[in-house]
């Protein structure tokens, strides 16, 4: 099997899981606990946290450990809206578990603005602007598409809102960004930030979001005096050491990574140039994935047929039923119905080889090539 559905999830590293193995039998202890065992446990949090806010240039209080970005974006949505609040901003482009929230919010008093979004995957900044006002509320801003990669300007975003409405938060869901670009929430200029381990090499069931200090956050579990009772419940010192760890890990092998992965992602394309394809995602967009649209071929046959070919990727948003939905990403940057229907998402890891991402290209190449000629 060759994996390229590395925006789902990536494999634990080897080096991370020793971490986390170390973690469990060294520091088993509950970190709240005064005795020996739970000090022991409570310097492995201490350490691990302020790993994680060097690598992501933010203070050891400001970062609370959650299971994912899914429940960071839900409390920073619900936890951080204003008692005042009349208006949310966001975008078409955000993942699902941002826009979730924000629709619930949506059908109580709150106005949601869906800003427009340009071809190449961009927020339309003028729109953008327009939808600011002058009440108070919040606004999301994706970091990195998980869909085309397409790369948003959220330090430009965020000084733009600062400046016409500071009565505005602002929250950046960066699940696909950190471990894989740099990431500095100090230069990012917003009020939080989410992120998950299972996307950069780390464990899953781990994340984080950092919150500014001067600001106020409204939990949405109660029952504990942990992380400052923002965020309570027995922290897991071996998943937030794995994080930590793999965080660390992909910081240093940032440049070098990104180069490999702009490697792996052309020789795959090149692998295309024959064969009867559209590219959804923008040239200037991450590296890690990309988005193809293949006419002719319908993108939940195309999934069954490369699975059985030794091929994972992804398409589309699963329902309920377990079939497939049309991308409501690339529906948002304009790609008609049919040519949704029919694009994939490939997505990459700097531990694979030119000669497996070839394999792979060369593969999806033949598999097309046959639906679209039997029609």
């Not at 602002?170 to 009020?191: E, M, N, T, Y």
């Not at 994972?312 to 039923?321: D, E, I, L, N, P």
């Not at 029919?342 to 890891?349: E, I």
């Amino acid at each position: 099997m060759i994996y390229l559905d590395h925006h789902a999830t990536t494999p634990t590293r080897s080096e991370v899981l020793e971490v986390m193995h170390r973690a469990s039998v060294e520091a088993f202890g509950n970190p709240s606990s005064p005795h020996h065992v739970g000090k022991v446990a409570r310097q492995w949090l201490t350490s691990a946290l302020a790993e994680i806010a060097t690598c992501l240039d933010a203070h050891p209080d400001e970062i609370l450990f959650t299971s994912g970005a899914t429940e960071s974006n839900n409390l920073a949505i619900f936890g951080l809206m204003p008692d005042n609040a009349r208006q949310i901003i966001t975008s078409d482009l955000e993942h699902p578990c941002v826009l979730a929230p924000v629709e619930y919010l949506g059908k109580s008093h709150l106005t949601v603005s869906k800003c427009a979004i340009k071809s190449d995957g961009q927020l339309n900044h003028e729109d953008f602007i327009r939808n600011i006002g002058d009440q108070p509320g919040i606004s999301t801003l994706q970091l990195v598409n998980h869909e085309m990669g397409a790369i948003q300007q959220v330090s430009k975003l965020s000084h733009e809102i600062r400046r016409l409405n500071p009565q505005m938060v602002v929250h950046c869901d960066a699940a696909q960004g950190v471990g894989k670009i740099p990431v500095s929430f100090r230069q990012l200029h917003v009020d939080s930030l989410s992120a998950s381990g299972h996307k950069f090499g780390g464990p899953k069931g781990i994340g984080l979001l950092i919150v500014k200090k001067s600001l106020k956050l409204r939990p949405l579990l109660h029952g504990g005096h942990q992380q400052h009772g923002k965020r309570p419940g027995t922290e897991s010192v071996p998943l937030i050491c794995g994080l930590a760890s793999a965080l660390t890990i992909a910081n240093k092998e940032l440049t070098a990574n990104f180069a490999q992965v702009s490697l792996l992602k052309q020789k795959f394309l090149d692998c295309f140039s024959g064969t009867l394809h559209e590219v959804n995602s923008p040239t200037d967009g991450s590296p890690y994935v990309v988005n193809i649209a293949f006419p002719g071929c319908r993108a939940e046959m195309l999934l069954i047929k490369l699975d059985l070919a030794g091929i994972a990727c992804s398409a589309g948003s699963a329902c309920s039923s377990g079939s497939l939905l049309p991308s409501p990403v690339l529906k948002a940057i304009g790609v008609p119905l049919e040519k949704n229907r029919s694009s994939l998402r490939f997505s990459f890891h700097a531990q694979q080889s030119v000669e497996e991402i070839t394999r792979a290209g060369r593969t999806v190449a033949g598999i097309v090539s046959t639906m679209a000629s039997v029609g």
